[in-house]
């Protein structure tokens, strides 16, 4: 495969490699494909103070690149990536992520995604915070960001596989001259280029399976923006690894707190939920238990046959060994199934390695599609990451066209024939395969829910205002996989996520459903506050937030807030005080990134959206829609109306029940806003106020001139 | 006997999660437990039965990624 690469250099451009100062490299790259021109910015220490780095990093990039009028796929949208102060130390879990932001194709607004592999850590010891890519590419172009011999080069490429898990393995080997370890590839897939919905693949070289393994940036289309720059690859190359690379400040106190939380997660994690063995596979049964795994487009929340895709399941179907995918990691979450033969597509007959699947591919494009057979689910990651779909917005599109079909609002004249019943293994696959090559009712589907509801709607003269209802996105982007229907703090969670609803931003639905610690509005106002918080400042550092909540110290409920984990907040504390030197205590952590969360909120203001209006959900993430929906439940509906809502719902019909119900929470949903609104100091159109702004340091000029067009200083 | 943490429990025929949580006499909400490496939730407590010399684990909290 190598053999048949070939690569002309386009532009080299050569530079002196800084050392790494506490954390930082103090410089970011900047690189035009329009132009091939390359250059390198200077970090100031107000960078550095404001935007801390990571997402705060890439945010301030991305907003001095675009106007409010850049679209996802002009020129000027750039595409960055940075790793983190934090980012890149050896022997802290969870060390080791990346984060890209860019303009979404989907929502039209900045979409952030996080990512583990090596890349990030690779950038910023070849000398980069971060890194801006703008511009477009004639022909199919890879960047080369080579820390050890300082030169960034552009390449024209050709001969180089289509399929994201070829292209690792096979630049890997090209630049790794031996030494594939010193090699991450970040790359997509045939579908980026058809689709809305296209990820990122970040590689990290496996010595022990001896093969490049993948991790996905993946949500809101940041590899649909990427294979639209004409970039077929980037890639990092670096060594080595060790401790003193990210030159921290206070390396025994760094030594010492690290050795805390990685034997913590040595001791705890096998009695509490086995991520080392299983991943994330261990929520499908919790989930389900508790109706919260969705299923057949989060209609409902509930289904028998969820054990067959459960954690005894997949950790049997797991490779085993170690599976972290960066160095120094004791949770090691990353595990694949080896040797899968898929049943269809260009790899039909072939054995794979399929990096996953982690519970979100299992709920999204398993039982969300009515769909409970673990190597259909395996089948569905492995062609979604090679293709570079994103494994989520897939799921939830295909689910919304299968109920879609089941309702009548579409039919067999406009699926091209397929029929998209709940539970249709073979036509979930041939739509996969339909969006890899552009084609048929993929190529609708993989515009992603929002734009298939205007398609329907234009095209087929479906019913709107159905569509609305049981639509799963919000802001343009797809709900990740959890049912938020009892829970108005996930709710929030989901409605108040700046790029739009994807739990990693507000993960509040065990807390707020099944073990009701926040019953008040004002407590859940609290959650859609601190929470939100906390989990931003890990992509400011370049951190992973499962070593944080997903392993808890033994004496954990003892302790006054334990949905908080703040023995681990305080371990946070000290890990970036000992890199960085700037001495902070848990609070600050919050503060730090309440600057850049409403930074990131005026970004989306800039470009035409993060108002009240944007912060709308469908009815299906707050109630049932139907009938039917009400009925399977209704002992717990009737059971609210009557005792929460004291409604008498005497002689009532379901329908009549369905609709108070939804009028109820609706209402409900609108107070939340106005609650948490006020939590941040936002107006009630939920824009920053001039005095929050100033409070946090980011009253700029340009920040100031978004406010005044939007009636607000 | 049944071990849960530094605690160890006289196992008896027919003994439930439920019945090992409360003979902790712990007023923590337990919604996940592991008996053994077998996951259970809280709806289930009642209906698992208990092997004698297993160790239980009590999940203190589900957070999600």
Redesign the interface.
Known sequence: MTAKLRAREVATFAYRRPAIRKGYANQTLHVDLSSAHMAIEPVSDEMKEVFVGGKGFDLWLLWNAVKPSTRWDDPENALCIASGPLGGTSIYPGSGKSIVCAISPTTGSCIDSNVGGFFGPYLKFSGFDALAVSGKAERPTILVIDGIDQRVRILEVEGLPEEAHEISQVLTHYFGQGKPRTISVVSTGPAAQHTRIGCLNFSWYDYKRSRSRLKQAGRGGIGTVFAHKGLKAIVARWDPITLAMNDPADAETLKKVAKLHSQEIVEQDP????MSSVG?A??V??MN??DLLPTQNYRFGRDPRAPEM???VFGALFDKGFDGCWVGCTLACSHGVKDFVPSTGPYKGRKVFVDGPE?ETIAGCGSNLGIFDPLFVVEMNFYCDTYGLDTISTGTSIAFAMESFELGLIGKKETGGLDLSFGSREAALALLHQMARGEGFGAVVGQGVRRMKEIFAREYGADRRVMEDIGMEAKGLEFSE?MSKESLAQQGGYGLALKGPQ??EA?L???DM???FMPAFEQKAEALHWFPLFRTWFGLCGLC??PW??V?P?D??ETRE??K?MQHVEWYSQYFSAVTGRIVKPADLIFMSERVYNFQRILCLKMGYGRREHDTIPYRAMGPVSVEEYESRAERYDGQLREVHHVDIEGKSAAEKVALLRRLREERYEQLKDAVYDRRGWTRDGIPTAETVRRLGIAFPEVLDVLKAHGVV | MVRV?ERELTWQEGMTLEDVIEALGDS??Y??A?VG???V????FASVLVPDGIEV?L???????
Do not use: C, M
């Open positions: 009695k509490q939920n086995r994330t261990h929520l049964t919790i238990d508790y459960g954690e005894a519970y959890y739990h990693d993960w639905i065990f807390l099944v073990h009701n937030k499962l909540n997903d808890t033994a954990n409920r334990p949905a984990v | 943490g923590y909400p919604s996940v592991r490496s077998r996951i939730t809280a709806p289930h684990f999940v203190p909290l589900v957070a999600g990624g």
